[in-house]
Nanobody, 125 residues
Framework: QAQLVESGGGSVQAGGSLRLSCVAS????????MAWFRQAPGKEREGVSG????????WYADSVKGRFTISQDNAKNTLFLQMNSLKAEDSAVYYC??????????????????WGHGTQVTVSV
């Protein structure tokens, strides 16, 4: 059974950085597509960034391009999201998601079948 555990959230001032981690288990990490989504209070869940673990193709939301970087450590079954130049509007609960047998890297939450419990990111001005 797939399990995803996020960590690394916290409170930071605008302009600061955080690094989120997602440790995966219960599926073949190297064959999956994985992504980060976020949800702020009163807003819909939105895609932030995703990666195909096999070919390392990535996507980013326009709002985070140039500031966030997604990466992986296959040896540790871990997905990362390096977040720099954080803004107040980046405040949200960030979720790690996986599509365990990935045909095509997707951007929609409905394309991912396993989810972590989320980690809170709060950016203050």
């Amino acid at each position: 059974q797939a399990q995803l555990v996020e960590s690394g959230g916290g409170s930071v001032q605008a302009g600061g950085s955080l690094r989120l981690s997602c440790v995966a288990s219960g599926f073949y990490f190297s064959l999956a597509c994985m992504a980060w989504f976020r949800q702020a209070p009163g807003k819909e869940r939105e895609g932030v960034s995703g990666m195909n673990m096999f070919n390392r193709v990535t996507w980013y939301a326009d709002s985070v391009k140039g500031r966030f970087t997604i990466s992986q450590d296959n040896a540790k079954n871990t997905l990362f999201l390096q977040m720099n130049s954080l803004k107040a509007e980046d405040s949200a609960v960030y979720y790690c998601a996986a599509e365990e047998l990935c045909d095509e890297l997707g951007r929609r939450a409905s394309e991912y079948n396993s989810w972590g419990h989320g980690t809170q990111v709060t950016v203050s001005v």
